[in-house]
């Protein structure tokens, strides 16, 4: 198994990030304010990819999805499924525990407007792809969006035309006999308009759920 080293807390890849950061932390001395760390064990079968950290969610919290509304929808629905114990109390704090389920992003740093660039994602992509090597029971990765999608790709070491993003798909075979599931990402702005519905989400996690219990 590889071993997996996550960016440090002051981590100097990206300047546009490492700005924003500084930034961030004048305003918000309180907060997290740093690469935010994967949630859930190595030893997973599950990784799930978001996008970055949330500026009032994760950046502040420090841990993924937790702290904004695309957390409530995530934890709850990993709650349904079995992924997930404990009651998500929007804290890192919470005693909630993930079960055969790791959580991360394809950007480790909170960028502004929530919007990362292309050199930011290529420069987080050794972490990512590190991370995966890192896992030696993966099955199924979940990638939030396109951009998730695409990362998760280069990560695996192939090109992005090896599987063309669609929610709830899932795209076998690619790599190692690791599966690749795609929904849309559970923000706040796509369940706003209807983009993605809890019923729809809970779609992709009945695939997965079916997936690992074959």
Request: proline letters at 7%.
């Amino acid at each position: 198994m590889a071993r997996f080293a996550p960016p440090g807390r002051d981590c100097p890849l990206c300047p546009r990030l490492v700005g924003f950061r500084a930034t961030a932390r004048r305003a918000h001395p309180g907060w997290h304010n740093a690469p935010v760390a994967s949630f859930g064990s190595l030893s997973a079968g599950l990784l799930i990819v978001g996008l970055a950290p949330g500026m009032r969610g994760a950046n502040r919290t420090g841990r993924p999805f937790t702290g904004d509304h695309a957390g409530d929808l995530l934890y709850a629905t990993l709650g349904r499924f079995g992924f997930a114990a404990g009651v998500y109390g929007a804290d890192p704090d919470d005693r909630l525990s993930l079960i055969d389920c790791r959580i991360t992003n394809a950007v480790r740093c909170v960028p502004p407007e929530n919007k990362p660039v292309a050199a930011e994602v290529n420069a987080c992509r050794p972490y990512l792809a590190g991370e995966i090597a890192a896992m030696p029971n993966l099955r199924v990765i979940l990638a939030l969006g396109v951009l998730s999608h695409n990362a998760v790709l280069r990560g695996l070491g192939l090109k992005q035309s090896a599987a063309k993003f669609t929610h709830c798909a899932l795209h076998e075979g690619l790599r190692d006999g690791v599966t690749l599931a795609d929904s849309y990402h559970c923000s706040r702005y796509n369940t706003n308009t209807g983009r993605l519905t809890t019923a729809m989400f809970e779609q992709v996690f009945a695939a997965i759920r079916a997936k690992l219990d074959e």
